[in-house]
């Protein structure tokens, strides 16, 4: 049974570019969180998508973006790249009436 | 905001049980204490979690005092694999983990 897989595991984009990242949950989950993890910081909750709708939201601004498709597959769209932007992604799945996270590598992104 | 306190860092002996204390002094008569760790390079995994009463698995045992404004995960017999970064996490059920920065636990031979 895989579990919480992220496309891709490295990223190099430039200030100002769009980025997307990608997110597959583990099998039987329907819940995925995004959270944005810097250098030396524990992870920041940036979203959570359950029945492809944005449940909850974290303190990021609208260039940051999410999706859940109806395979409960999900993307992390962030626009307008700023180099603060640079990070380590975490996507986690759950089962919506279960609390604990399943979380994948991430995808560390690299703002130049 | 993170609702819990933790010290930045410990050591610990191989072997030896490691003992990683966590203050939540405001929490709610709803909320869960959630412990996390997570390894160089990895995502964060899952621990273990209570509302109030002491809870064990096969990886740490979890100790909350009878006035749940303190906790402690014990990894009863810690080896050089058990090194790195555990979270408490204070949490109400349906809603997002909030992470602090964590305790960094070295062990060492």
């Known amino acids: 049974d895989a579990g919480v897989t992220q496309s891709p595991t490295h990223l190099i984009k430039t200030r100002g570019q769009q980025v997307t990242l990608r997110c597959s949950p583990k099998?039987?989950?329907?819940?995925v969180s995004w959270y944005q993890q810097a250098l030396g910081q524990g992870p920041q909750f940036i979203f959570q998508?359950?029945?492809?709708?944005?449940?909850q939201r974290g303190n990021f601004p609208d260039r940051f973006s999410g999706h859940q498709f109806p395979n409960y597959s999900s993307e992390l769209n962030v626009n307008a790249l700023l180099l603060g932007d640079s990070a380590l992604y975490l996507c986690?799945?759950?089962?919506?009436?279960?609390?604990?996270?399943?979380f994948g590598s991430g995808t560390q992104l690299s703002v130049l | 905001d993170a609702k819990t306190t933790q010290p930045t860092s410990m050591d610990c002996a191989e072997g030896r049980a490691a003992n990683l204390p966590c203050n939540h002094s405001?929490?709610?008569?709803?909320?869960?204490v959630y412990w996390y760790r997570q390894i160089h390079s990895q995502g964060p995994q899952y621990i273990i979690h209570?509302?109030?009463n002491n809870e064990t698995n096969e990886m740490a045992s979890l100790i909350i005092t009878e006035d749940r404004k303190s906790s402690t995960l014990i990894l009863p017999h810690a080896t050089l694999r058990d090194t790195a970064v555990y979270y408490c996490?204070?949490?109400?059920?349906?809603?997002?983990?909030?992470f602090g920065k964590g305790t960094t636990l070295s062990v060492s031979s």
């Open positions: 405001t929490i709610s008569g709803n909320e869960y």
């Open positions: 998508y359950y029945e492809e709708e944005e449940r």
């Open positions: 996490i204070v949490n109400q059920a349906g809603t997002a983990l909030i």
């Open positions: 099998s039987g989950h329907d819940t």
């Open positions: 986690a799945s759950s089962q919506v009436s279960v609390e604990k996270l399943f």
């Open positions: 209570g509302l109030k």
